[in-house]
Every structure is written in structure tokens, then in C-alpha cells.
T-cell receptor, first 112, second 111 residues
């Protein structure tokens, strides 16, 4: 199906473990983004990518790693999960031109 | 600093009424502005995208306007329905590839 998909939908992990959240889009959009959404903070940008092999930090990048070896995939890795990283994570993509964003359904991550 | 503000944080309206949601932004050099809807526990659904060269966009009962000079955008919802209950987010693109989001207005339509 065309669109932007995130996996897993829900994830529980322990403090200190590494966890990777996946994001895949089928439009060949140039731009991809990772946001986290927390009560009281709204949506905050973690990392973004303008094209394959080009990534840049957003507002809250500490503790996260991204890669983009293929245009369609943009995984987000928490190298050593902490409780403060409990959140809902959204991936988004945008093509060039109108810069309209499309969001995935989100991953609810709980770090215990 | 480029900021986006949405006031009020919550709004309750009787079914059938027309309503306006407000969004303000600090930088008039805006590239575009997008309105989203978010249902509880769900992702963001794009409603309308207004380019900087446009004054408004319409989709069904929704109409969004953009006034760069005053730093304001409004989302007008006509003949509100209980199914319109959700959180509405506006987000501004200031030409740096990234969207800056407001904190949203939680809308409740009272049957």
C-alpha cells in the first residue's frame, strides 16, 4: 500500500537496551522527519533527512541515532533507552515543491 | 525565534455551530502553513495546506486562511458535528525544511 508506515505500533523496552523504530514511505519523498510527542511539550523534532545519506539534528537529538541509506527508509535508534524517552514517536515525509507533510500512525514507546 | 501559538488550548461548541480556530506565528517570512487533525491515540491527518502566495484553502466544511502581515491563520469549521471533536494543530514552514508546530486546540462538539 502507498503511504508512510511505522513499526512497531507499540513497544515496551527496558532501560539501557537498544531499540530501533522503523519508518518506510512509498512516495520517494526527499525529506523525512522524526518527531516525539509528549504532554506539555507538543511535537518536537528529533532528526530529519533531506535525502539519502543526508541527516541533520532537530530540537531534541540527544540519545538518538538515525541513518538513511535508502530514500524510502528512515530508522530511528535509541542507543541506550532511558525512561525520559518514553513517548509517542511520529515519522513524517515531505516532497519538494509544496512541502506538505504526511505523518505515519506513530509508535508508542514505553521504557521501564 | 520562530514560534507558533494556538489559543485557546481547549474549546467546546454545541453541534451545528460554525467555529474558528486560531493560529499565530512570529515570522512573516512563512513558506506555507498546514492544519492537522489528531484524534486521541492516533497520528496526524493533514487537513489543509496553504502556500505563502495563497490567502485561503477550502475542503468541504473546512476553510483555512493565511494572513502573513498579521502573522495569523484561522481554520473555519462550518456546521460542526460530533465527529469533528479532535485536537487541531497548525504548523508553519519557515523555509528551513522543518515544520514548527503549535501546541494545538482540543475541540469538543457537544451533541
Amino acid at each position: 500500500d502507498a503511504g508512510i508506515t511505522q513499526s512497531p505500533r507499540y513497544k515496551i523496552t527496558e532501560t539501557g537496551r537498544q531499540v530501533t523504530l522503523m519508518c518506510h514511505q512509498t512516495w520517494s519523498h526527499s525529506y523525512m522527519f522524526w518527531y516525539r510527542q509528549d504532554l506539555g511539550h507538543g511535537l518536537r523534532l528529533i532528526y530529519y533527512s533531506a535525502a539519502a545519506d543526508i541527516t541533520d539534528k532537530g530540537e531534541v537529538p540527544d540519545g538518538y541515532v538515525v541513518s538513511r541509506s535508502k530514500t524510502e527508509n528512515f530508522p530511528l535508534t535509541l542507543e541506550s533507552a532511558t525512561r525520559s524517552q518514553t513517548s509517542v514517536y511520529f515519522c513524517a515525509s515531505s516532497g519538494t515543491g509544496d512541502y506538505g507533510y504526511t505523518f505515519g500512525s506513530g509508535t508508542r514507546l514505553t521504557v521501564v | 525565534k520562530q514560534e507558533v501559538t494556538q489559543i485557546p488550548a481547549a474549546l467546546s461548541v454545541p453541534e451545528g455551530e460554525n467555529l474558528v480556530l486560531n493560529c499565530s506565528f512570529t515570522d512573516s517570512a512563512i513558506y506555507n502553513l498546514q492544519w492537522f487533525r489528531q484524534d486521541p491515540g492516533k497520528g496526524l491527518t493533514s487537513l489543509l495546506l496553504i502556500q505563502s502566495s495563497q490567502r485561503e484553502q477550502t475542503s468541504g466544511r473546512l476553510n483555512a486562511s493565511l494572513d502573513k502581515s498579521s502573522g495569523r491563520s484561522t481554520l473555519y469549521i462550518a456546521a460542526s458535528q460530533p465527529g469533528d471533536s479532535a485536537t487541531y494543530l497548525c504548523a508553519a514552514h519557515f523555509g528551513n525544511e522543518k515544520l514548527t508546530f503549535g501546541t494545538g486546540t482540543r475541540l469538543t462538539i457537544i451533541p
